[in-house]
Structure formats: C-alpha cells, structure tokens
C-alpha cells in the first residue's frame, strides 16, 4: 500500500480527513457564488489580497480541489478580480440613447449632453437644501406589480396600482369601480380610465388582433414561474403601445429614447444570481446567460402579440428592451424626466414615490445654478469596493466620482488592512503587552499560536463532567492512502 502525506487543518477534525476522499473540483460558478456570498457575509474580506481570500475560501470549503492559480483564473474570467492584463468588464461604451421627444421639464432644471455621462440634468436656478426640485405624477406607463397579479384578479388589491382596497363592495359597484368582464376592481376611477391594457390582455372577448388574450396569459405565466418581472412589464409596456391610440406612439418614442444595452451583454458582467450577488438585485435576475428560456419567453412574447415581427420586434430588440428596463426603472417603473439624472455616490438630490406610485426629487444640499443633478444609484453607506461592484455589474461603468476617487487614493496612501488579518507581529509591542494585562486573549490569536486554553461551559447545562483544556494546532502532516 502506497502512502502519502497530506497536511491539514486542526489536529481533530475527521471532517477533513473525509473530505480528502470526497474531493470536489467546483464549477467556476460555485467558485464565484461562495465568494461572493463570503463578502456578503464579513464585507472586510472585498478588501483582501487575492492569495488571503483563496485561503478564507478554502477553510470554507476544503473539500474542494481548487489550485490558487486555477481560483484567480476564475475570478479573473468572471470579472471579480482584474489584473493589468485584464481589468474588470464593463459594458457603459456600449449603453446608447437618443433625444428624448416631449421631454416636460419645469422652470427650474434643463437638459443637457456631458462629455462623460450623456444626458443629464442640470439646474437653472439655485436650488435650496430640502427644495422640491421636479415631480413627476406618474410613472411612463405603469405597469401592475407581478406579486400582486393573483390578488388583483380576485379583486383584492387595485388591478393597477397595486393598493389595498378599503372600499365597499357597494362603494365600488355604485362608482363603476368593478370590470364587468372579470373580478377585477380599481381603487379609483383614475386609475380605471388609466388601465387601458386590462380589456385586450385579460377578456378573450376582445377583437382585438395585435394582441391574444389566451397567448398573454401563458406569457404571464411563464414570467411568474421564472420570476422575470421585467419581461413582463416590458410586454405591458408593447400592449400599452398598441392599444393607446392617443398617447401610443409618444410613449413608444419616449422609451425607445432612454439609455439602453442588450439584457445578454449586462449579464456579462454578474457577480452572482445567489445570496450576496448584487445583479438586478432589486427586480430579480430572470435567465442565466446561455439560459434557452430567452428563445422561449420571446416565443410566449410573439403568440402574446402576433404582430410583433411586423412591427420590427426581434429577440435582439426584446433584450434590449429588457436591459433598457432595468438601467432606467425605479421600484420597478420608468419615470421618464428622472431616467436622466445620472449617478454620484454623493448625490446632491433624493427622491421619493408616493402610495399611488408618483415620485417627488428634493434637494439634499444647496445646488448653484448650472449644477449638474445627480442622485445614487446604490445605497451610499455601502464600502467603496461594494459600491463600485453594484454600479460595474447593473450599469456596466466603473465608478470615478469624486467620493470614490477620494476613497481609492485615502486606500493607496495608508494601505491599511483589515483587523480580521492583522497578525501578532503587526501590533506594537507594547501596546500588545498592556492590552493583554485587561483583556482576555482574542480566540484567533489563540488558534493560530495553539496555545492551551480554559473552555467555560456553563454548569447549569448539565454537561457531564469533561476535561476543559483544549489543544488546537494550526497544522498537522496524516498519512492516507494514495
């Protein structure tokens, strides 16, 4: 029999002793998914060096069969590690968009082109802390919330809005508030006037011939079961198009203006579709990438509405539609005007959506005249690295404003590491000496030096009586078969 050595953590772990028989090779996915469920989990650890982070990944998984060189290879090819061969990807080149038409703006903001970021908005006046900067009613085209798609039709919640109804049943059919085709109920009678899509997309009854009713309810289907709630709202957006004779065509000329990029080249840049993973973190992330449900929800797409080929719709188009969707929306709606303010991790204005989904821009510091708005994409108490990753995978740039910019250079001057990897021989020796007279020894500084130590288990547990010193060592060398 043929033995050879294998060197291993904690001298009485069976665990890994097993896990050497049991030997994984991961798929770069799963690779990719722990790491970034690690940093969900101790953010510190984003900042480390990539040999610290392949040891912390391994103590998590050490059954894997995973080199270091093969673990930067992966990271590396999905984007969560650059090298001066290969930084990140990133797709904002690739983001385009046209003059928005009938852009209503007030007296107080205009639009104009930035080198850097395109379209933006830019105040004409100065502008007090707390003002109310612009509004805007209503969302484009508001589109009813998939969760809530199941209440709607049972006529508990508004078939629109979304909101809790709280009226009568008399109330509501004596103010013509219910469909007479359905169960369906509307809070108000804006709303109802507003619902122009229900009719055609949920009464087989319809002559309509752009669109199916019974071809859109397994279109609906499909994007409930697949959580794809922006596949949807794109084809309530398409019917509205089609069936608004009045405002149809401005509406369709007012997203078509709007940024957009293909859903295929934003997923290029996931960091994961798990927990920690921050791609469409907000709406959810229908396919993966080489996923075949996007030939099947365009199939569902064209039996929905039969005349979409002839109105130029490709699945190219339809994937753009759906990135386009999902850089512009807020809270799962497009507001027109505020598609164009661009992004600062510190943002000059805030906003806020009201029960009845209209959204209200204040400012959160005075703003000069000619100042250029911008809001945050992501939530800004988050740590550099985070926030950068948010904004390279959901709108395909890498991050340069002047908080980030300060924050890199603060990082490059002082290099501090994180405290979870300071080691013994980094702490002054006396400060060392006077901390260990008042507080008791940190338990991963006794680990690593395998020190003995007292384990205090509680008496009223009722344990039977044990020996209480513990002996840890950081490595031990165990023959096995080979």
């Known amino acids: 029999m043929i033995l050879k050595l294998e060197q291993l953590n904690l001298n009485d772990s069976q665990t890994a002793i097993r896990n050497l028989n049991r030997a994984k090779q991961p798929s770069d996915r799963e690779v990719c998914d722990d790491v970034v469920l690690l940093w969900r989990e101790e953010p510190a650890s984003e900042e480390l060096e990539i040999e610290q982070l392949f040891d912390k990944l391994k103590l998590r998984n050490c059954h894997w069969d995973l080199e270091l060189r093969d673990f930067c290879s992966i990271l590396t090819k999905h984007n969560l590690y650059a090298t001066e061969n290969r930084p990140m990807f990133t797709y904002a080149d690739k983001v385009r968009s046209t003059e928005t038409p009938d852009l209503n703006l007030n007296s107080k903001i205009e639009l104009r082109n930035t080198k850097q970021m395109g379209k933006g908005l830019v105040a004409k006046s100065d502008l007090k802390f707390g003002e109310l900067v612009f509004s805007e009613k209503w969302p484009l085209i508001l589109v009813p919330q998939l969760e809530k798609k199941t209440l709607a039709a049972k006529g508990r919640c508004c078939s ?76 309530v957006m398409f019917a509205r198009f089609l069936t608004d004779r009045q ?113 209200k821009v204040y400012a959160r510091k005075p703003i000069t005249i000619g100042e250029e708005l911008f809001v945050s994409y992501v939530n800004p108490l988050h740590g550099l690295m985070l926030r950068r990753r948010e904004l390279r995978v959901n709108w395909g740039f890498i991050c340069n404003c002047p908080r980030c910019l300060k924050e890199v250079e603060s990082r490059n001057k002082t290099k501090i590491k994180p405290a979870s990897i300071t080691t013994e021989e980094e702490i002054e020796p006396s400060r060392r000496r006077s901390s260990l007279k008042t507080a008791r020894p940190d338990l991963s500084d006794l680990l690593k030096n395998g020190v003995e130590f007292d384990l205090e288990i509680p008496n009223e547990q009722g344990l039977p009586s044990r020996r209480k010193s513990v002996r840890f060592d950081k490595k031990v060398m165990v023959a096995v078969e080979e």
């Open 247 to 359: 405002n149809g065509p401005r509406l369709k000329n007012q997203f078509a203006s709007l940024a957009g990029v293909s859903q295929l080249l934003r997923m290029k840049a996931l960091d994961s579709i798990n927990v920690g993973g921050t791609f469409d973190a907000s709406t959810g992330p229908e396919f993966l990438p080489d996923s075949s449900k996007w030939s099947t929800c365009f199939d569902l797409f064209c039996q929905a509405f039969p005349t979409a080929s002839s109105e130029g719709i490709t699945q190219e188009s339809f994937l753009t539609d759906i990135g386009k969707f999902h850089i512009n929306q807020v809270s799962g709606q497009i507001y027109t005007i505020f598609s164009h303010v661009n992004h600062s991790c510190e943002p000059n204005v805030r906003y806020e959506i009201d029960p009845h989904w209209g959204l």
């Open 160 to 235: 629109l809005c979304g909101a809790s109804l709280t009226q009568s049943s008399h109330f509501t059919v004596i103010n013509g508030l219910d469909c007479s085709g359905c169960s369906s109920v509307w809070c108000s009678k804006h709303c109802k006037k507003a619902d122009i899509t229900h009719n055609f997309l949920n009464h087989q009854t319809s002559k309509n011939t752009q669109i199916d009713a019974k071809g859109w309810r397994e279109y609906e289907e499909f994007c409930r079961s697949n959580s794809a709630d922006i596949a949807y709202s794109v084809g």
